[in-house]
């Protein structure tokens, strides 16, 4: 099955800076990539997806790219505030919506 | 439109019990998810459920199972509570249009189980 892996598991920025959250995952048929946002004691909340046949989708100050050669896919995160210190989940999946999370990043953005 | 519900919220269990979770999903979302979170675990798979089938499963015993209804309703159920069960069950639904495109999973608020 499907295998995510995700680094770092935690990131420390100062605000203002960018934060960049990695992904790789193994099964070459997957073909939906997404990442959530989970705030302390809150669900997970999708903040942006990207499919298999686009290899970079912006979204104001979020961006994500996707190599599916190379089997990676990445979360960017421009000119970060405090509310964006969370944990950051990536997810992977095939046609058969069987979705496969990473671990997680814990990012602290320091005012 | 009322998003995804779980209940119930809190659970405290002792061990070799059994529990059972439910789920609702958003109105018109057919494919419900499950899933485990642990500290520093992240989000495992449990199973996920498309019209009262379950499609996909995840690498937990067979003490963990699950049902959909017509309604879409979804439960779990775990048998012979363990220790290391405690955690926050999420569920998830989608609308699952079909393999061509896939839709955004919203995530309910969670059941925390406790097992003492």
């Known amino acids: 099955g499907e295998n995510v892996e995700q680094h770092p598991s935690t990131l420390s920025v100062q605000e203002g800076d960018s934060a960049v959250i990695k992904c790789t995952y193994s099964?070459?048929?997957?073909?939906?990539f997404p990442w959530y946002k989970q705030e302390l004691g809150k669900r997970p909340q999708l903040i942006i997806d990207?499919?298999?046949?686009?290899g970079e989708k912006k979204d104001q100050r979020i961006a994500v790219t996707l190599n599916k050669t190379a089997k990676h896919f990445s979360l960017h995160i421009t000119e970060t505030q405090p509310e964006d210190s969370a944990v950051y989940f990536c997810?992977?999946?095939?046609?058969?919506?069987?979705?496969?999370f990473g671990a997680g990043t814990r990012l602290t953005v320091k005012p | 439109k009322a998003g995804v519900t779980q209940t119930p919220r809190y659970l405290i269990k002792t061990r070799g019990q059994q529990v059972t979770l439910s789920c609702s999903p958003i109105?018109?979302?057919?494919?419900v998810s499950w899933y485990q979170q642990t500290p520093g675990q992240g989000l495992q798979f449990l199973f996920e459920?498309?019209?009262?089938?379950?499609?996909n499963k995840g690498n937990f015993p067979g003490r963990f199972s699950g049902r959909q209804f017509s309604n879409s309703r979804s439960e779990m159920n775990v048998s012979t509570l363990e220790l290391g069960d405690s955690a926050l069950y999420l569920c998830?639904?989608?609308?699952?249009?079909?393999?061509?495109?896939?839709?955004?999973?919203?995530f309910g608020p969670g059941t925390r189980l406790t097992v003492l």
């Open positions: 998830a639904s989608s609308r699952d249009p079909g393999p061509v495109l896939h839709n955004e999973q919203f």
């Open positions: 099964d070459s048929a997957s073909n939906y």
């Open positions: 990207i499919r298999s046949n686009v």
């Open positions: 997810a992977a999946s095939t046609n058969n919506n069987d979705m496969r």
């Open positions: 109105s018109g979302h057919r494919s």
């Open positions: 459920y498309f019209s009262e089938t379950q499609r």
